[in-house]
């Protein structure tokens, strides 16, 4: 594994998230955060409205982005103002491939050649307040975050890592469920080999653990 690539989907996951509840511009939401497996070094970030009916996945679009701007790492800034101008009409450059992926639209993105949006107050705002309340630390959770995807009104994909298992895990939960107790056992149910299948429509893990009804 990639240190480097896994450390920033995660990022971008954790930077993102709250973007699921708070649109990015107008009904546009983000309704899944993909890590793209190697070799890749890249995220799909899946938008669409914010209507449990939107969650059908030929009403969701799958953008895939770099997760580097010539030398540097691309920002979640960098990433909301390309959407937003993709919403607002904005076209990628011409021979970006537009395919399809677990049932969605997959188009793949040149950040550059995007006229990104301007940050709004409220993103520089946000950026205050989580540094203070949530600050930069270099420390890594296990299980990791990387990446996530609404598949229904109360079912949920998280995509993990752990250091005992290589690979990411994808976990499919249910957000109405006991949630405390889900987050106090998950480091260990993701573990348990006899919980694990494969989905092979899916590819940005590389088994998946049905906890559903935990």
Do not use: K
């Not at 594994?1 to 996951?13: P, S, T």
């Not at 970006?96 to 997959?106: F, K, N, R």
Request: aromatic share 2%; net charge negative.
């Amino acid at each position: 594994m990639n240190e480097e690539v896994a450390e920033r989907q995660g990022d971008l996951a954790r930077l993102l998230l709250h973007h699921i509840h708070a649109p990015l511009t107008g009904a546009l939401y983000i309704r899944g955060i993909l890590p793209v497996p190697p070799p890749a070094e890249a995220v799909r970030v899946v938008t669409g409205g914010g209507a449990d009916t939107a969650l059908a996945p030929e009403r969701l679009t799958a953008y895939e982005m770099p997760l580097r701007l010539d030398d540097d790492p691309v920002t979640a800034d960098e990433v909301t103002g390309v959407l937003r101008a993709l919403h607002a009409g904005a076209r990628p450059r011409p021979g970006d491939s537009v395919g399809t992926l677990m049932g969605m639209p997959l188009v793949q993105v040149d950040p550059v050649a995007v006229d990104r949006a301007a940050a709004t107050s409220d993103d520089h705002a946000l950026t205050i307040l989580r540094g203070l309340a949530c600050p930069f630390t270099e420390e890594q959770p296990d299980p990791r975050l990387r990446g996530f995807l609404l598949l229904a009104p109360d079912r949920l994909r998280l995509y993990l890592d752990t250091e005992d298992i290589p690979g990411v895990i994808a976990a499919d939960v249910r957000p109405s469920g006991a949630v405390s107790a889900l987050l106090a056992a998950l480091p260990s149910l993701i573990t348990e080999e006899d919980r694990m299948t494969a989905d092979d429509t899916d590819p940005h893990c590389s088994r998946l653990v049905d906890l559903m009804d935990w």
